[in-house]
């Protein structure tokens, strides 16, 4: 289920179809009517038809439209102005609310996308491999150093591609078995996919996005889903909450790579924190 229930149908409304999306914003204007309406009066006031209804709060996530109200009821009180775009003159308790909530609403529809047989092959992949590469752009590359940052302190050394020549001329001569993590929220990138379309044989590409039908999802062995929230209007927040998700997904891979030689793991982690203590001047 999500977070909260009114920001994702928001959120949601440009996938459904034409008369879940009829569903979708009747439920957003009138949500404590809806409490008070079975399947056939929401859908005579939304012009849709009863299995349109059940079939909308299913993809909201609930078991049906008995326990999507239940979600629903927990939200009647929500401030409508939690669900708009920032504005020039409101306070900042009322920025601080709208992005928190965002926030929490990013990580509990990604901790849902993230399948766990593909966080696990992804992990399988990295374990198994001689070779790391990955590569992000714009806030991506935020992502794609935080991986090369976490795993470096394991011992390993993942390459950390900052130009599309550069990439490519690394991937011709990396070492196999090795893995390609890409990273990409749309998974639309052109060069993102120039990339992908570059990987040679021998080489795992794992893409990490929010795109699970894009172009670079298609082209990947594993896909790692995010679950962005932004605001909607002319001025989108993604770039904030879709590094938030990636930033989590890798955090859940890097821990579960973790577990598999924990105890190895746990003193190169602390072999790495002494030895910087012991270099690093001494702080006054």
Do not use: C
């Not at 928001?10 to 439920?27: H, T």
């Not at 399947?39 to 939304?46: F, G, I, N, R, W």
């Not at 990273?183 to 040679?200: D, L, M, R, Y």
């Not at 012991?278 to 702080?283: A, I, S, T, W």
Request: no cysteine; aromatic share 6%.
């Amino acid at each position: 289920m999500a977070a909260n229930m009114l920001l994702a149908i928001q959120e949601r409304l440009p996938d459904f179809s034409g008369v879940e999306r009829a569903v979708g914003k009747y439920v957003l204007a009138h949500p404590e009517k809806v409490l008070q309406m079975n399947t056939k009066a929401l859908a005579q006031a939304a012009g849709a038809s009863p299995a349109t209804v059940v079939r909308f709060a299913r993809r909201m996530g609930t078991a049906g439209y008995a326990d999507f109200k239940i979600q629903l009821s927990a939200e009647q009180h929500t401030d409508p102005l939690l669900l708009q775009e920032i504005t020039p003159h409101e306070d900042l308790a009322m920025m601080k609310d709208k992005l928190s909530l965002r926030i929490r609403q990013t990580l509990t529809d990604t901790n849902q996308s993230l399948a766990n047989d593909q966080v696990d092959a992804a992990v399988a992949q990295l374990a198994a491999s001689q070779s790391m590469s990955v590569y992000g752009i714009g806030a991506s590359l935020l992502a794609a150093t935080d991986f090369v940052q976490k795993f470096s302190r394991l011992g390993l050394a993942p390459f950390l591609g900052r130009d599309i020549d550069e990439v490519i001329a690394h991937l011709v001569n990396q070492p196999a078995p090795g893995v390609v993590v890409l990273i990409s929220n749309s998974g639309e990138n052109p060069n993102v996919v120039t990339i992908a379309k570059s990987v040679p044989a021998g080489l795992t590409t794992i893409v990490l996005t929010k795109a699970p039908k894009s172009t670079l999802a298609k082209m990947a062995d594993i896909v790692l889903v995010t679950q962005p929230t932004s605001i909607t209007g002319q001025m989108r927040t993604a770039a904030t909450t879709s590094l938030m998700a990636q930033l989590y997904a890798i955090d859940l891979v890097y821990y579960r790579y973790f577990q598999r030689r924990y105890k190895d793991h746990v003193q190169r982690i602390q072999t790495s924190f002494e030895t910087l203590h012991r270099v690093q001047p001494r702080r006054h």
